[in-house]
């Protein structure tokens, strides 16, 4: 067996950096995500999963055992701007072009984002990984409007979001998820660009954004 290594050239691997964010509408309807829309302007797509807590449970004097609460996926965006389509998901209604009218139903959606993967010899050119989300909501956000002044800064907003997450197939034994992230460093270049055909649309089909199961379908076929 050969002694175990740190450090070496080539595997000195980071994770930086946020873009390719696409926001996707949910349709109540037909149960599927409509046409994605870039968001430009993001600043950080900060993930905060929560639960998965112990909860001791005793007998016969002894620490029997530990029962895990559930775990959930949350995450909070911010940008300097949002795409028109988010309005509906941040509890506006568009009545009259040019009018949002707030605290309206918020309704669900899914988003995609890139971090960048970068090693000690090819920086942030190495690789990234895409980050996709199922089933979220956003709460209402404080958005802060100060005067200009000698030392000008673009507002950035912010939303905190949670998710409901969506099924596998049974037989992959997997639980719901809301999220899931595909290196490119370790996925066949043929897959990850038939499934960034989907994510970003390609000129003849829309964007859209594939359920869990869809995505591990097509990258294991």
């Known amino acids: 067996m050969p002694a175990i290594e740190w450090d070496l050239a080539g595997e ?3 994770e930086t950096g946020v873009d390719r964010g696409v926001f996707y509408p949910y349709d109540p309807v037909t149960k599927a995500y409509t046409p994605g829309a870039a968001w430009n302007g993001l600043t950080a797509v900060n993930h905060t999963p929560s639960g998965a807590e112990p909860t001791p449970i005793y007998a016969d004097n002894i620490k029997y055992l530990n029962l895990m609460s559930v775990e959930e996926f949350g995450f909070t965006i911010e940008a300097f701007t949002y795409p028109d389509e988010f309005g509906v998901v941040d509890g506006s209604a568009t009545p009259i072009p040019g009018v949002a009218v ?12 890139r971090t960048l993967i970068g090693n000690d010899e090819k920086g942030t050119d190495f690789g990234y990984k895409i980050h996709m989300i199922w ?3 956003v709460s209402p956000s404080e958005k802060s409007h100060t005067t200009v002044n000698d030392t000008p800064e673009a507002a950035n907003m912010s939303w905190t979001a949670t998710t409901t997450p969506a099924p596998f197939a049974a037989a992959r034994n997997l639980k719901p998820t809301a999220h899931l992230a595909v290196d490119s460093t370790k996925i ?7 499934l960034e055909k ?13 359920s869990p199961e869809e995505v591990l ?3 294991e076929a």
Request: charged content about 20%; cysteine-free; proline content about 2%.
């Open 12 to 14: 000195r691997v980071f």
């Open 217 to 219: 379908a097509l990258l």
């Open 198 to 210: 989907m994510l970003y649309g390609d000129g003849a089909t829309a964007a859209t954004l594939p």
């Open 188 to 194: 066949d270049a043929t897959k990850l660009e038939a």
């Open 135 to 137: 089933g979220a909501k």
């Open 102 to 113: 707030s605290q309206q139903n918020r309704e669900t959606f899914g988003l995609s984002h």
